[in-house]
């Protein structure tokens, strides 16, 4: 069956902190992967997509994510955190197959940012 | 607008009202999506509309819940006889879909709806 899951449900870094939130996917299709944000408040905004291609993919804010299809992963990454990246994170998987419209979500990882 | 509208972006009402949420996309999207987000939950999927094809309702919790899309644009959410477990935040996206394959999704801000 089709899934995502993000493994962590909050995390806590430091200002200036690296930072990596893993996402991790079943899919039967040629997965399209995407990262979402969602600020208190506000929709979800995309962060970056991998469609094909090179595997590293660069996204707004700072952030990137690799593809690794031998891990089925598609991890989410930041040198430095800073305090207005503190927010919701959501993968999601899309392609040819699967229900829901071809898109599947995570649950989401909650980023709160110490000072 | 340029992006998906979502209106009210706030509705309270009384247990057992009926409520209508409504969805309007960015012009041309042939897809339109509902998820469902209660407070620290995640993106619950609820209906998807496709072009003239028949709705994916699998996420619909219960037959309270329903929804149309109107001459492939306007979508309209309906709950009726609300309940408390309804509260929630109602998103709506669209997208484009190329060779049967989902492409990005823009979400609207959402309707944040309260049953007291």
């Known amino acids: 069956a089709q899934s995502v899951t993000q493994p962590d449900i909050h995390i806590t870094v430091s200002e200036g902190a690296s930072l990596e939130l893993r996402c991790n996917y079943s899919y039967g299709a040629t997965p399209y992967l995407f990262w979402y944000v969602q600020s208190p408040g506000q929709g979800l905004q995309l962060l970056l997509k991998y469609f094909s291609g090179d595997t590293l993919v660069q996204g707004i804010k700072g952030f990137e994510a690799e593809f690794k299809r031998s891990q089925s992963s598609f991890n989410l990454r930041k040198p430095s955190v800073h305090w207005s990246d503190a927010a919701e994170y959501f993968c999601a998987v899309g392609g040819r197959g699967g229900s829901q419209g071809n898109l599947i979500f995570g649950k989401g990882t909650k980023l709160s940012v110490k000072p | 607008g340029a992006g998906v509208s979502q209106s009210p972006s706030n509705k309270v009402t009384e247990k057992g009202k009926d409520v209508e949420l409504r969805c309007d996309p960015i012009?041309?999207?042939?897809?339109l999506y509902w998820y469902r987000q209660s407070l620290g939950q995640g993106l619950e999927f609820l209906i998807y509309f496709q072009g003239n094809s028949a709705p994916d309702k699998s996420g619909l919790p219960s037959d309270r819940f329903s929804a149309e899309r109107t001459g492939g644009s306007v979508s309209t959410l309906t709950i009726q006889r609300t309940q408390q477990e309804d509260s929630a935040v109602y998103l709506c996206a669209s997208t484009t879909r190329g060779q049967g394959a989902v492409g990005e999704l823009f979400f609207g801000e959402g309707s944040r709806l309260t049953v007291l």
């Open positions: 012009s041309g999207h042939t897809a």
